[in-house]
């Protein structure tokens, strides 16, 4: 059997969020007790919170919703670029183009070690320099540890309108802490959430046989 990593934050209480962001809860409806059979829990979170996937609703009025995206981007080969070099910002000069040469997907790590208990303000932004080139390349998809593509105050969000620009799809706060660089399988399908500008996803990456 080939193996599995599992690339997703955990969901709870305590999850960092953007900001000004209400905490993820799960909330208990009901408990199995005198009459009750089942135990039937909700949750409320924020559609950035995690590792989730940005619908293109969310940098542009006319963009499609979780909902109504194709999937293709979310599933199928990619690969794993080490960017941890790469200082505030990953440049293009910070990767490697012959590792991407031929890739649909892209994941780009920049965390030595993921912060699974704190909001981190300084996370690695990339630049939409970058972002234009992968698509020109023909990148549907890119994805990274970090919270976001842009930094934390930026009101223009470039790297964002350059994924748009070239119709890619984002995945953002994966978990990359343990995943050698390389090809792998992506499966990383966002929930088809009506009207949604983003939705919580069950990453992983597969060995490739
Ligand atoms: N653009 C960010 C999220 C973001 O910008 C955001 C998320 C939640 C609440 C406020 C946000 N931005 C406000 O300027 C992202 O990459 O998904
Ligand atoms: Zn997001
Ligand atoms: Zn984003």
């Not at 559609?47 to 969310?58: S, V």
């Not at 998809?141 to 984002?170: C, F, N, W, Y």
Request: aromatic share 6%; glycine share 10%; with cysteine.
């Amino acid at each position: 059997m080939s193996r599995i990593w599992d690339i997703s934050q955990p969901l709870h209480a305590g999850v960092p969020v953007w900001p000004g962001e209400p905490a993820f809860a799960l909330h208990s409806h009901a408990v199995i007790g005198d009459g009750c059979p089942v135990n039937v829990g909700g949750m409320s979170t924020p559609l950035h919170a995690g590792t989730h996937g940005d619908a293109p609703l969310h940098y542009a009025n006319d963009g499609v919703s979780s909902a109504d995206s194709d999937l293709d981007p979310y599933i199928g080969p990619c690969v794993l670029i080490d960017v941890r070099h790469a200082q505030g910002r990953v440049e293009v000069g910070d990767i490697d183009w012959d590792a991407v040469a031929g890739a649909e997907r892209v994941l780009l790590r920049t965390y030595e070690t993921f912060p699974h208990h704190v909001w981190d303000s300084d996370f690695t932004a990339i630049a939409a320099e970058v972002i234009a080139r992968l698509g020109g390349m023909g990148v549907r998809l890119i994805g990274t540890d970090a919270a976001s593509l842009d930094p934390e105050q930026s009101k223009t969000l470039d790297a964002h309108q350059a994924v748009k620009a070239a119709d890619m799809r984002i995945l953002e706060g994966l978990v990359l802490d343990d995943v050698p660089s390389g090809r792998y399988e992506l499966i990383a399908l966002p929930l088809r959430i009506v009207g949604a500008d983003a939705s919580p996803v069950r990453a992983i990456l597969r060995e490739l046989a």
